[in-house]
Structures are given as structure tokens and as C-alpha cells.
Nanobody, 121 residues
């Protein structure tokens, strides 16, 4: 099983960035997919989730209206489009796969290695 996240980098406040996560080794379409993030000195926090069945999405209040999660079950990939980035969005971003739907990291069986997003002011 592998989740390979990519797309992180340095961006100025107000800018945009897109993250990708390529999955392999499990039946991608059977899993809800989510993004979490962890800022230095803070706990890992939920960012967004996309349902395995109908593609419905749910976001944390801190990113709602700015971030968009999507998935491609043919390419076995999940994406996170981030617009209007703020310095407080700076964190390592992780993709995760789980068969339970929710914000709790314990619901997720598989995790990517993380990709660093840095937003400068």
C-alpha cells in the first residue's frame, strides 16, 4: 500500500497551490479519501474529505470556500486545490484513505508521507 503526495512548495499569501496524492496497493474506489495537515508544534487536523460512493465533500471551517477536494477513481488519485492561501495554512499536508467517514484520524488506515506547504506573508 502506498499513498504518494506531491505538489507542496512555497507560495505567497493569496496565492494558489494544488496537491496530488497517488494511491496504489488497495482498491481506491472502496475508500473515502481525506486530507489532513499538521503545523509545527500542533496536532494533526482534518482539512477535507471526499466520499467513496457519491463524491460528496466536507471541509473544515478554516478552509471552506478556499480549498477543493476531488478524486479520480480511474487514476487512483485524490487532489486538493488550495486558493487564497494564508500564512496559517502553512503545514505538512497528508492524504489518507479510510473506510469510515469522518474527521477523526483514527478512521484512516493508510497515510501518505506528507508534503510541505509554506505560505509566506
Amino acid at each position: 500500500v502506498q499513498l504518494q503526495a506531491s505538489g507542496g512548495g512555497l507560495v505567497q499569501a493569496g496565492g494558489s497551490l494544488g496537491l496530488s496524492c497517488a494511491a496504489s496497493g488497495f482498491t481506491f474506489s472502496n475508500y473515502h479519501m481525506a486530507w489532513f495537515r499538521q503545523a509545527p508544534g500542533k496536532e494533526r487536523e482534518f482539512v477535507a474529505i471526499i466520499d467513496r460512493n457519491d463524491g460528496s465533500t466536507y471541509y473544515s471551517d478554516s478552509v471552506k470556500g478556499r480549498f477543493t477536494i476531488s478524486r479520480d477513481n480511474v487514476k487512483n488519485s485524490v487532489y486538493l486545490r488550495m486558493n487564497s492561501l494564508k500564512p496559517e495554512d502553512t503545514a505538512v499536508y497528508y492524504c489518507a484513505a479510510g473506510q469510515g467517514y469522518g474527521r477523526n484520524p483514527k478512521l484512516y488506515s493508510y497515510w501518505g508521507q506528507g508534503t510541505l506547504v509554506t505560505v509566506s506573508s
